[in-house]
């Protein structure tokens, strides 16, 4: 079935290093969202990428949507302790919204 | 102030009851969605609904009902079938495109249902 694979499943860096997760997909997606959700909290919406090889910045943020469409990445440069919590992927495809199951992301003062 | 809410925050219930949990919107958005997410694990989907007195089976519906009477309400009920229903439900909403696609989720605080 359609699948939306999201990797590493956790990840500790020390403050100020560079972190990336990524989304792969089975099938060519429509779109591609990105969310965050800290601990204890809800998920909040990032980003949207619907162009083939588009990318896009917020701040120390860094989204890609492959050129395939199937797959993506969201980059944080210098990380900071804000940048705690779990990022999901969520790739549109006709009818469906299909989520990763997420990078847990623990940053080590 | 617009936004989405779930009540209760934390909500605790004996094996073999059925339990209803609250959703509303006044966001004014078309679709609505609730989901299922365990420790450690992303969100699965439920049940979703595009218009009011429509919805659709998502990937775990078994165990679950859902109304959509008003645009703005989706409750869910977790009925006794339901065999394992200690999870954190989430509830979210969003603008519906023309032809089907998604725009970004707004999601719910979300409901903490323990089944004693």
């Known amino acids: 079935g359609q699948q939306v694979m999201q990797i590493p499943q956790y990840q500790h860096v020390q403050e100020g290093e560079d972190f990336t997760t990524y989304c792969n997909s089975s099938?060519?997606?429509?779109?591609i969202q990105w969310y965050k959700q800290r601990p204890g909290g809800h998920p909040v919406f990032l980003i949207q990428?619907?162009?083939?090889?588009e990318v896009k910045k917020q701040k120390r943020l860094t989204f890609q949507f492959g050129e395939a469409k199937k797959n993506s990445s969201l980059h944080i440069t210098a990380t900071q302790t804000t940048d705690v919590g779990t990022y999901f992927c969520?790739?549109?495809?006709?009818?469906?919204?299909?989520f990763g199951k997420g990078t847990r992301l623990h940053i080590l003062p | 102030d617009g936004g989405i809410t779930q009540s209760p925050k934390y909500l605790f219930r004996k094996e073999g009851q059925n339990v209803t949990l609250s959703c509303e919107q006044n966001?004014?958005?078309?679709?609505m969605y609730w989901y299922r997410q365990d420790p450690g694990q992303g969100l699965r989907l439920i049940y979703y609904?595009?218009?009011?007195?429509?919805?659709q089976k998502g990937d775990i519906a078994e165990g679950y009902s859902v109304s959509r009477e008003k645009k703005e309400s989706f409750p869910l009920t977790v009925t006794s079938a339901q065999k394992n229903p200690t999870a954190f439900y989430l509830c979210a909403s969003s603008i519906l495109e023309p032809g089907g696609s998604y725009n970004e989720q707004f999601f719910g605080p979300g409901t903490r249902l323990t089944v004693l």
């Open positions: 990428l619907v162009k083939s090889g």
């Open positions: 609904s595009q218009i009011v007195n429509d919805f």
């Open positions: 969520a790739g549109n495809r006709d009818d469906k919204i299909i």
């Open positions: 099938t060519t997606l429509s779109n």
């Open positions: 966001l004014n958005h078309d679709a």
